[in-house]
């Protein structure tokens, strides 16, 4: 059996727990079982709305190290061989601690390459993964997955979807499952002001743990270009039927690679900001910077950047072009074969 231990709730965001659900999917298409821990309920209601196992282990989720005899015993209990993690909240000590008392295997999955972790498998599926040094910061008995090419897209990615490249008049809007930091009003409210958008249809992304719904209904209530779309299951078909993207960092920006969609992305926390500032040094993207540092300057240029783009056919055009290949959606079958 496999295991996985993640979180999601309003800090950590739904982005590890979605995607360890879609490893999921993959490894009980491959005959093996799958058991979720997780560290309370609020993270327990996405894998339960899924309909996979799961254990409490009644946690900390930014403190697991208390949790490591609770989950070494369910560990044993349900004859689980290897286990993926998947949090920032991870750390070497905590896996060395978890090792002395169990004997699966462990898969680590990675954003960042900080610290060495003691685990079997390293998983980093970030564009700039190969330029971390994972080669020499580990052995050759742990098992590297580096690379977009092992992105756990949801399957509909894989999907082939008719596409017409016509001058924009659809953009996708999103921040992430939450956007914690509340920027989707301040970005509407600068395409609202920008006449030369007038005539641009905005789809705007929120996920289920966001707290601003109520605040952006109002918005597009009183606008004829702001449509809200909330929890999105077909994400790739939406994507399909738009033009160009603005979106924060993270997973969501390979999705919009493996679309082709032309993005204009930010980053709204730190794990963001490799990702953001390669898409962009490489001309794939066009970064409007860390959101942090200064609302307004970010804003300005995602509404600048987006008026521009909209009757650039030549940018949209190369855009595409340097997004072919990057992936292909067939990452989380990667993933669960390596794994199994």
Not at 89 to 116: G, P
Not at 188 to 198: R, Y
Not at 242 to 251: M, N
Not at 258 to 263: D, H, L, Q
């Amino acid at each position: 059996m496999l295991g996985i231990r993640t979180d999601a709730n309003k800090i950590a965001a739904t982005g590890h727990v979605m995607r360890c659900m879609t490893i999921a999917d993959e490894v009980k298409k491959l005959g093996k079982d799958v058991i979720f821990f997780v560290a309370d309920e609020d993270s327990a209601s996405f894998v339960k709305e899924r309909g996979f196992i799961y254990k409490i282990l009644g946690s900390s989720w930014d403190k697991p190290v208390d949790e490591i005899n609770k989950l070494a015993e369910l560990i044993k209990e349900h004859d689980v061989d290897t286990v993926l993690f998947d949090s920032y909240s991870f750390d070497a000590e905590y896996f060395e601690k978890l090792k002395a008392v169990c004997d699966s295997r462990f898969v680590y999955m990675d954003d960042l390459c900080d610290q060495k972790m003691p685990v079997d498998t390293i998983i980093n599926y970030n564009i700039y993964a190969n330029d971390l040094g994972y080669n020499e910061k580990y052995d050759e008995d742990v098992n590297l997955l580096l690379g977009p090419v092992y992105a756990p897209l949801r399957p509909q990615f894989s999907e082939v979807y008719e596409k017409k490249y016509n001058i924009p008049s659809n953009v996708l809007v999103c921040a992430g499952g939450g956007d914690v930091i509340d920027i989707l009003f301040d970005i509407l409210t600068g395409i609202e002001s920008e006449p030369a958008l007038k005539k641009v249809d905005f789809h705007v992304v929120i996920g289920s743990m966001s707290d601003n719904e109520k605040d952006l209904m109002r918005l597009a209530f009183c606008s004829d270009n702001i449509f809200i779309h909330r929890n999105v299951t077909e994400m790739a078909k939406l994507m399909s039927e738009c033009d160009l993207a603005v979106s924060a960092g993270g997973t969501m920006l390979t999705e919009l690679c493996c679309m082709k969609i032309p993005t204009i992305e930010f980053a709204i926390a730190d794990n963001q900001l490799k990702n953001t500032s390669y898409y962009a040094e490489h001309g794939i993207m066009i970064g409007a910077g860390d959101i942090r540092e200064s609302r307004q300057a970010v804003v300005g240029r995602i509404v600048r950047n987006t008026a521009e783009l909209i009757s650039d056919k030549k940018k949209l055009a190369d855009m595409r072009a340097k997004m072919e290949g990057i992936c292909d959606g067939s990452g989380a079958k990667r993933i669960a074969e390596a794994i199994c």
